[in-house]
């Protein structure tokens, strides 16, 4: 049975010497107890603790990193069966399939679509981050050159899948600075297979269809010494894939059920030809609970909105997405500029911020701390009062920067225009639209 945070505390050496990363070992305990820290991170841990403590502390689902050009992505590490019982960690990865049968203009035109998909939002950058490579026809050198021309035309991280080992080992010596996942391992090939990504020191793919061969496969691979494996179910249907997502996280988390303590991969692209169809199986798969979703069509009107579904499901419940308060600057202000106000919900602040830009007209935005608070909900909780707001003004310097005194408030904070003028007697308080969209039109009647 797993331990408390307690429990393990009481077998670590107490002298907080902060090498593990946490400030204290009761810190490390705590984390070492929900999954979130491996044992190896501190060097003090004597055998016999070390024996007792493996069980207990090794993460339910193992953290599996997989290379970009620039950088790492984590998938796996998570620890509840639902987002409001704490958070989810490690996004869903997606990836675009690319196959050693397709001609060579359709690569490159995959390859180019994949790099435009990239987009800004709430000041994260959402993307794709994979290209899947499928081998179709057992032909080593067309697989290595397919990885050779994703790893000289992307920055994306690679999947190299075949059942050939042969032909996993041709692409992945053309990949292996970029740190690839590589499979298929089969109940068929897991000697082989497992033997290849042990020497490469690469992530594998671990297949089997069939609860019982699927435990069977992975156990032998991490009796291997294989640690970071990836599950794909093998099924290509949706129920049945979706049960198997269900049933391979509950095992995991529940019963700490070893076998299955590993993330998954899905395979939309595999389960339908219909680009729809296929972007609302990948949908299912984010939201439950696919660590990679690999997906045929990369068409923008189907990713974008996977991407902000991603965002949606991995932004923590427990975090108000925030801005730093301060001033902004918007276009290049000077003393005369306009001076407005607004929370540091960070929606509120992109898009207010996004609606100004449009209008061309440069703009001192001051944010004020509301913890995370949109306008209504803040001014409702008084945390965007006259009082606030007046103290936000006077202490975050933009007095120095402006001649003029004029402040534009949110139209939905209307009810604190009076208590601001008695507290900034300097300054006439204009109260501005309440939807972000009018913003520009108000702007202009300035
Ligand atoms: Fe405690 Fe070990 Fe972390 Fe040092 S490295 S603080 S001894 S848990």
Redesign the pocket.
């Known amino acids: 049975m797993a331990l408390t945070g307690i429990e393990i505390f009481k077998m670590?050496?107490?002298?907080?010497?902060?090498?593990?990363?946490?400030?204290?070992?009761l810190?490390?305990?705590m984390a070492l107890a929900s999954g979130k820290a491996e044992l190896d991170?501190?060097?003090?841990?004597s055998e016999e603790v070390r024996e007792k403590l493996a069980e207990a502390s090794a993460p339910p689902i193992r953290p599996v990193k997989i290379g970009m050009k620039e950088g790492v992505k984590t998938i796996g590490g998570e620890t509840v069966m639902f987002r409001h019982e704490k958070t989810f960690f490690n996004p869903t990865l997606i990836a675009g399939l690319l196959t050693t049968a397709m001609a060579d203009a359709e690569v490159d035109a995959k390859i180019a679509q994949f790099n435009k998909l990239h987009y800004e939002r709430v000041g994260l950058i959402l993307r794709p981050e994979l290209l899947a490579i499928h081998d179709a026809n057992g032909d080593a050198a067309k697989f290595a050159a397919l990885a050779k021309k994703v790893m000289d035309g992307s920055d994306a991280g690679l999947i190299l899948c075949s059942e050939n080992p042969d032909v996993v080992k041709a692409g992945a010596e053309v990949a292996k600075e970029r740190k690839p996942l590589i499979g298929i391992a089969t109940p068929a090939n897991a000697d082989a297979m497992g033997a290849l990504a042990k020497e490469l020191g690469l992530p594998l793919i671990a297949k089997a269809k069939g609860y019982d061969d699927l435990a069977a496969l992975t156990t032998k691979l991490t009796g291997m010494g294989l640690k970071d494996l990836v599950i794909d179910s093998g099924s290509r249907g949706l129920r049945e894939a979706f049960q198997d997502q269900v049933v391979i996280r509950r095992a995991a988390l529940g019963p700490k059920f070893r076998p299955f303590g590993f993330s998954t991969i899905t395979v939309p692209a595999q389960m339908t030809d219909d680009p729809v169809m296929e972007k609302l199986y990948a949908a299912v798969f984010i939201a439950k609970y696919g660590g990679i979703v690999v997906v045929n069509d990369l068409s923008a009107d189907g990713i974008f909105p996977l991407l902000l579904q991603r965002l949606n499901v991995y932004t923590d419940p427990q975090k108000p997405m925030i801005i730093t308060p301060g001033i902004y600057e918007i276009g290049t202000p000077g003393p005369e500029s306009l001076v407005a106000i607004t929370t540091n919900f960070a929606l509120t602040y992109f898009i207010v911020s996004g609606e100004i830009e449009g209008s061309k007209i440069p703009t001192w935005l001051l944010i004020q701390d509301t913890e995370g608070l949109s306008v209504m909900t803040s001014w409702a909780a008084g945390k965007f009062s006259g009082d606030s707001v007046a103290h936000h003004v006077k202490k975050c310097g933009i007095i120095d920067k402006v001649k003029t005194r004029t402040l534009i408030i949110p139209g939905y904070a209307a009810g604190i225009s009076g208590d601001l003028e008695e507290e900034l007697p300097d300054w006439k308080v204009l109260i501005g639209p309440r939807e972000a969209s009018h913003i520009p039109a108000f702007f202009k009647t300035l």
């Open positions: 670590l050496p107490k002298t907080n010497c902060k090498e593990c990363g946490f400030p204290t070992c810190a490390f305990a991170k501190c060097p003090y841990v």
